[in-house]
Nanobody
């Protein structure tokens, strides 16, 4: 059974930082692409970035470039999303996702999703 479990969400003040984790079980992530998405109330789901588990190559959405960093630990089957300089507009439910095909992940959406973790940025 494939599971992606996010953790690390919470409440933080503007300008603060959080690190989200996504632990995968039930699949070998070696040749997968992992991505982070978020969805704010009333908004469409937004892809924040993705990382190739094979070589660590990453890509970011313009909205988070320079503030958010994706990383991976293949031995732990875990990907991370380090979020710095957080803004109130970063408030959303954050999801990790996985797919063996980068093309499919980018065009049709990932095969597997986590349950999401809430991030709230407020003073």
């Amino acid at each position: 059974q494939v599971q992606l479990v996010e953790s690390g969400g919470g409440s933080v003040q503007p300008g603060g930082s959080l690190r989200l984790s996504c632990a995968a079980s039930g699949l070998d992530l070696t040749y997968y692409v992992m991505a982070w998405f978020r969805q704010a109330p009333g908004m469409e789901r937004e892809r924040l970035g993705y990382i190739y588990m094979t070589d660590g190559i990453v890509s970011y959405a313009d909205s988070v470039k320079g503030r958010f960093t994706l990383s991976r630990d293949n031995a732990k089957g875990t990907v991370y999303l380090q979020m710095n300089s957080l803004k109130p507009e970063d408030t959303a439910v954050y999801y990790c996702a996985a797919d063996p095909s980068p093309v499919k992940l980018l065009t049709q959406g990932p095969k597997w999703w986590g349950q999401g973790t809430q991030v709230t940025v407020s003073s």
